[in-house]
Structure formats: C-alpha cells, structure tokens
C-alpha cells in the first residue's frame, strides 16, 4: 500500500507536462536564490563575528534586524508585488539583493571601525524588503504559472528545488572556507554571481506571466463565478476586522503561539549551532555539510513520506512532529562521557539531531500549513497566514536578542578546550543551553496536546 501511495504521488506530477517554460524558469531561479540564501543563512553569525569584528551579543542583534524587518515586510510585500507585476518584482528584488551584496563585501575591505560596521549593519536591513518580495513572489508566481489541476504538484516541486538549494547552499560554505580557504564575507560574492544568473533566466525566459489555463478551466463556470465574486471583496481592514471577530482565529492564534518554541528550532540552525560547532568541535568543522543534511533529507520525505502522512488526521500528525522536533533537542544536550572525543562525539549527536529534527519538520510543516487552510474561513486563508506572523515575528526578535547572550553564557570562546578538560559544570556548558531551548519547545507542544479538543472545534474529523 505504501508503495501504492509513492507511485500515485509521483504520477501526479504528469500534470507538469502541460506547463510553460516559465515555470521551470521560475525553478531555476529558486534553485539559485535558495543556494545564495541558505549559504548566507548557514554563517552570517560567524561571519560578523570573524570578519566584522561583532561580538556575540553585537551578531545577535544584528541578525534579529536583518530577519526580523524581513518578516516585518512580509506583511506589505505581497501589495507590492501584485502592483508592480511578476517581471518587474524578480528585476527589482535581484538587483537589489545584488547591489546590497556588494556593499558588504567592499565593506569586508575597509578598516575597523565604525563605518566598517555601520555599512555592513545598513546593508543587511536594506535587504529585508527585496528579500520579503521575492518570498511573496515566488508564492504568486508558482500560483500563475500552473492550473488548478497542476498547483498542487507545481508548489510540492517548488519546496523540493527549494531545498536542493539549500543542500548546495551548505556544501558552499564548506568549499569557500575550507578547500578554498577564502574568507566567509565571500558567501554575499556568491549572491551577487547567482544573482546575476538569475537576471538572465528572467530576461530569457520568463516572458508570459498572466494565468495559466488548461483548456477545461477557460470556459469553467464556476471559476467565473468565483472571479465576480473575488472583484466584491471587502477591504484588507474591513477583512481583518472580521477576522479578530472570529473565535476559530484566536484558537489559530494561540496554537501558533504554544508552537513558537518549535519553530524557533529552526532559528537556532543559523543563530546558534553554526558557532556552537566551531567552538566545540573545532575551527575546521564541517558546518556547512551539517547544515546540508536537513534539506537532504526533507528532499526524500517529500519524496516518500507526504503521500502516506496525508491518509492521517491533521492535527494529530501536526502535534507528533512538533513532538519530534521537540525530543531532537534532547539528544544535543546530552554531554559527552569523561575522557571521549567532544569532537566527535558532538558530529554525532548533532547528525541524530538534525535526521529527527527532519523527520519532525516532514511531519508537522506540511500539516501547519493544512490546519490553517482547514480553520481559515473561505477567502480569508492568506489574512489568517498574514496575522498568524505576529507572535513568530515577536518571538523571532526575541530570540534573536538573546541570542548573543545566550552563547555568552553557554558557549563562549574557549568553550571547546574546557569542555575536553573537563572543566565545565553541565550548567554551565552548551549542552546546558539545549536543555532549555528544549524544554521551552517540548511545553508548548505538551499544551498544544493537552488542549486538542478545543483547536480541532469544528475541523472536519
């Protein structure tokens, strides 16, 4: 049966066969985009601290203004976008992005100082708005370029080009700084190169952006209908007004809240682990390759896994994989025994780590975004997805404050020469450090269980 339910979910990808090239333009940009992305994601930390002179607590914060504005912008970018047009909106975000890449690495080659740090801090919250409209443009423009029968396999390949993105993106970091040995400033040269690659697909072949049709849906009443009905919608405040009037949006809302901590995982890969690794395992660690194991092995539980999890109740399985998530933080707080290889003791629970945090991420993502269509009146699944980024953006900036702080007073430098000499009170060492963030994210989930009742109110069973 299993395997019955792989080769129906690889069979609806036959859908595909009818799309224009500018759907597969649009993949290649995603490729490209989610390799400079996810590169930059995986050392921006190390990179400010090793090649801007930030401190900890000073990265930490520039980070959470870098990734909290481009949340922030998120809330505006899909009007924007929708005004200026697919080709317009892919010009202007890239050449932003590429401009702004630029900046920082010429900013890498002046002298400490303020103005050294200024630049680069300046340059990374001007990415926000680019980076916010190319997220919501890549959403409308897998929307346009695929028919009602393709859109659901067209945005499944979507998340898996995406994620072969982000594998690259990690095996990146490891051949600039290791093999090559060139400084991480470089990964914002990387941008500037995809960059322009991606200018080039746009300009070749991206050149029809209305709707795609098949020939059943032209003609189709009821998208007709639905056409009519869509030019009377109210207002964005008349809508939003609506919405906190809706009891189904506040148990949305505080779901979403009671999942912060499991969402924040996935802050950490970029806030935390990349400098947790070079100070205990070492400056030649591997964080690129680690970093690429998550995105691989999505990759195959979209391909394998999605068709069986969606036969399951949604809220269940949303609940199981949060529990997943949560557990995985357990494994890297487990301390090495006296006298092993911290190294290589933490390679290992960090490869545990990642493969549960995956299979967990396989599980609950998909089925987050599935509670929130279910709970979401008709037409107004987007304002909830927009309001539901309030207390992630909230949570978002907090963590990201205290973040420096956090590795301040769990895993500073010299870190890994005391740990190997067994030095360090577990209260005092990393590990100390996940045991927190875990228990934060596991109490959430236990609630989110504990009150399932009460979110699954009118859900169909």
Partial sequence: MAFAAVRSYFSDFKVLKDTRKEYWALQGINVLD???????????????????????????YTYTLFSSATTLFLFFSGLLTDWLGIKKSLYISIIGLMVLRVLVVVAAQLPEGSMKSY??????????????????????????????????????????????????GGFVVDIFYLQLGLPRYHIFSLGVVTGALCILVTYFLIKRTEQLQSGDEVDDPKACEQKKNEQKKKNPWQIAREVLGHSSFWRFVTLITLLIGVQAVFLY??????????????????????????????????LLLI????????????????????IAMFIIAIPPAAGSDVGQFTYVTTILFLVLLTVGEVIWSPRLQEYTAAIAPAGQEGTYFGLSMVPYFLAKSMIGLLSGHMLNRWCPEGIGDRLRAGTVAYSDSPYMMWMVLGVFALGGTLAAYLLKG?????LPK
Avoid: E
């Fill in 454 to 458: 009460w979110f699954t109110r009118g």
């Fill in 269 to 302: 890969l970029g806030l935390l682990h990349p400098l947790f690794w070079l100070r205990v395992i070492g400056p030649d660690a591997n964080i690129g390759a680690l970093q690429a194991l998550n995105p691989i092995i999505v990759i195959i539980g979209l």
């Fill in 119 to 168: 630049t680069v801090v300046g340059a990374l919250f001007a990415m926000a708005p680019f980076m916010a409209m190319l997220q919501t443009l890549f959403q409308s423009a897998n929307k346009r370029f695929t028919t009602t029968k393709s859109r659901g396999a067209g945005f499944n390949l979507w998340y898996l080009f995406m994620n072969v993105g982000a594998a690259i």
């Fill in 34 to 60: 989610c390799t400079a992305y996810f590169a930059l994601y995986n050392v921006v930390i190390v990179s400010l601290t090793a090649d801007f002179g930030f401190t900890d607590v000073q990265a930490g």
């Fill in 307 to 326: 068709p069986i999890l969606g036969r399951f109740n949604i809220y269940s399985m949303l609940i199981l994989g949060a529990f997943i998530n949560s």
